[in-house]
């Protein structure tokens, strides 16, 4: 058996030569200096054996004060002391002996590492949205949260590479700077992004399942409308924020309407006629892909006029802050509302939850409320009835709930708003 020192002081020659360790090893000298281990091998290939060489790597002297790391990426090179090259050779030799070909074997693992590298957490991730069964705007929706929150962690690593830490990781960033329920929806996603993963062969398990508890459930409670107090504390609270101008007026936009927060900070100002006082939002921005047409307030189109001068010439009313040629995201109302102390307290899509059991406490029409948020009738002969007689009454009814928002803003008790509309509901009871 060869010893390092024969290794290290074995001179180049004008023809290659060989220092045989035993058992097909040996260690090759060739005239350029360079000192390569090899193992010689035989494999059965039906009824002959067919003799082959497998090239381990180069020689080395490990260098003094090497650490692990620096090992594993000089191995990683194919560079070898005679400890590592017998360490390799007795690898090789157990593939031989199942009748694996070593060279072939490494072959194998290096498609593998580079369709694990090619199979990041991201790139299965981006799959796994285009098979969900979504409208667009959900999925861009998804896309935009791991985008701001899983990907900036995990998501150039290849996915079967993706350890519990990463998730937990992950989840805790999450928790603190989103919220609980940002924390709450990635988790769902990366174990859904996981389940493809894994039924693909791509990844061996979840990793998301052993630490999915490992946040507070989240208490808080969304969809819980507000009293008239919290109302105008509300409103308060935002009008002395001393934050972006253009959050704000879409804040202001979303209760004035009971629109959908995404629809608010979406809107373009191609889909308003501010004369007929008239909002006419584009079914493909609506969740039930149908054309919605909202009355404006008074108080709306005032605001709305006013911020002309300043976003006019864009084509969204509320731009983004870095590219004006893109709506703002929604996620900034959360950001507002956790600076104000409300994060916990109330989601934005409590408003229109809000709107509806204020509007329905103060006597409005079912019809009216459900058609102002949206909800389609399922009749289409009444759907035709709806849109063509609750129009005017829609616009009477937000003006009144618009004076009820300034009148909670200022603090003032109110209650029955709605008295002079009588008549107008008492015509529809009649029709009904």
């Known amino acids: ?28 000298i060739k005239p350029n200096g360079v000192k390569a281990w090899r193992y010689r091998f035989e494999l059965r290939e039906g009824e002959k054996k067919k003799e082959s060489v497998f090239a381990i790597g180069e020689y080395v002297i ?28 007795i690898k090789a030799r157990g593939l031989v002996k199942q009748g694996i070909n070593p060279a072939h074997n490494r072959q194998l693992e290096r498609i593998k590492r580079q369709q694990e590298n090619a199979n990041t957490f991201e790139a299965v991730a981006r799959e796994w949205l285009a098979l969900r069964d979504w409208e667009e705007v959900t999925k861009t929706r998804r896309l935009n949260m791991l985008t701001r ?12 590479n993706v350890t519990s830490a990463h998730i937990l990781d992950v989840m805790n960033t999450a928790a603190k700077k989103n919220g609980l329920t940002v924390a709450a929806e990635a988790k769902r996603t990366m174990s859904g992004i996981f389940e493809l993963a894994v039924s693909t062969l791509r990844a061996d398990a979840d990793p998301v399942y052993p630490v999915r508890k490992a946040l507070p459930a989240n208490k808080t409670q969304h969809k819980r409308p507000l009293n008239s107090e919290e109302i105008g504390q509300l409103l308060r609270d935002v009008e002395e924020h001393n934050g972006r101008h253009e959050t704000i007026v879409a804040f202001h936009l979303m ?6 927060p995404n629809e608010a900070v979406e809107a373009q100002w191609s889909e308003f006629d501010l004369d007929s006082a008239l909002w006419r939002i584009p079914a493909e921005r609506m969740k039930k892909r149908k054309e919605h047409v909202v009355p404006l307030p008074t108080q709306a189109v005032e605001m709305l006029r006013a911020l002309h001068g300043i976003t006019g010439r864009h084509v969204h009313l509320f731009p983004h802050r870095d590219d ?11 950001q507002m509302l956790n600076v104000l102390g409300w994060g916990g307290k109330y989601s934005p899509h409590a408003t ?25 009738e399922p ?25 009820y928002l300034d009148k909670l803003k200022v603090g003032a008790e109110v209650t029955h708003l709605h008295l002079h509309l009588h008549l107008h509901l008492h015509l529809h009871k009649r029709l009904a």
Not at 3 to 25: M, N, V
Not at 152 to 160: D, E, F, M
């Open 62 to 89: 490990a260098p003094r004060g090497e650490t692990p790391a620096e090992a594993q990426a000089r191995r990683d090179a194919r560079h070898f002391t005679l400890a590592e090259a017998r360490d390799e050779h």
């Open 379 to 403: 009749n289409a002969v009444r759907r035709t009835y709806n849109h063509a007689e609750y129009l005017d009454g829609r616009a009477k009814m937000m003006q009144q709930w618009a004076d």
């Open 255 to 260: 209760w004035l309407t009971l629109c959908r």
């Open 352 to 376: 229109r939850t809000t709107g509806s059991t204020r509007l329905n406490e103060l006597g409005f029409a079912a019809d009216w409320i459900e058609r102002q948020l949206a909800h389609v």
């Open 324 to 334: 004006r040629t893109r709506p703002m995201v929604a996620a900034s109302f959360r």
């Open 149 to 160: 929150v899983v990907f900036p962690k995990i998501g150039s690593l290849p996915v079967k």
């Open 1 to 28: 058996m060869l010893t390092d020192i024969q290794c290290r002081t074995a001179k180049p020659t004008d023809k290659p030569y060989k220092l045989s360790d035993g058992k097909g090893l040996y260690l090759e």
